[in-house]
């Protein structure tokens, strides 16, 4: 069993910054690739970046590529998204959920890849 809590969201003007995190529960969550994911009010809940077991290898959607990074600091069961150049669009509750499949050489986008997941933060963003 893993359990995941997110924090770090909140509401931010549009060009803004924010840093979300998720604190993971386990010894093995460093054996596991992690990903984060939003869901705005309507829509499908979304990939928006994902992160290999090592941290070596990461994944964008390309709404967010160039603007978010995703890293993990695995001494302290964390994963972290830092969120720049903020946009209306970005509006949503974001989620980390954990894949795992120890020590996967493959960053997964779909929902239903991962076993685990947080309550979720929302992040809201003025124009």
């Known amino acids: 069993q893993v359990q995941l809590v997110e924090s770090g969201g909140g509401l931010v003007q549009a060009g803004g910054s924010l840093r979300l995190s998720c604190a993971a529960s386990?010894?093995?969550?460093?054996?596991?690739?992690m990903g984060w994911f939003r869901q705005a009010p309507g829509k499908e809940r979304e990939f928006v970046a994902g992160?290999?077991?090592?941290?070596?290898?990461?994944l964008y959607a390309d709404s967010v590529k160039g603007r978010f990074t995703i890293s993990r600091d695995n001494a302290k069961n964390t994963v972290y998204l830092q969120m720049n150049s903020l946009k209306p669009e970005d509006t949503a509750v974001y989620y980390c959920?954990?894949?795992?499949?120890?020590?996967?050489?493959?960053?997964?986008?779909?929902?239903?890849?991962?076993?685990?997941w947080g309550q979720g933060t929302q992040v809201t963003v003025s124009s």
């Open positions: 959920a954990a894949d795992v499949r120890p020590y996967s050489a493959y960053i997964r986008r779909n929902t239903g890849d991962y076993d685990f």
């Open positions: 386990g010894r093995t969550f460093r054996s596991y690739a």
């Open positions: 992160i290999s077991w090592t941290g070596g290898i990461t």
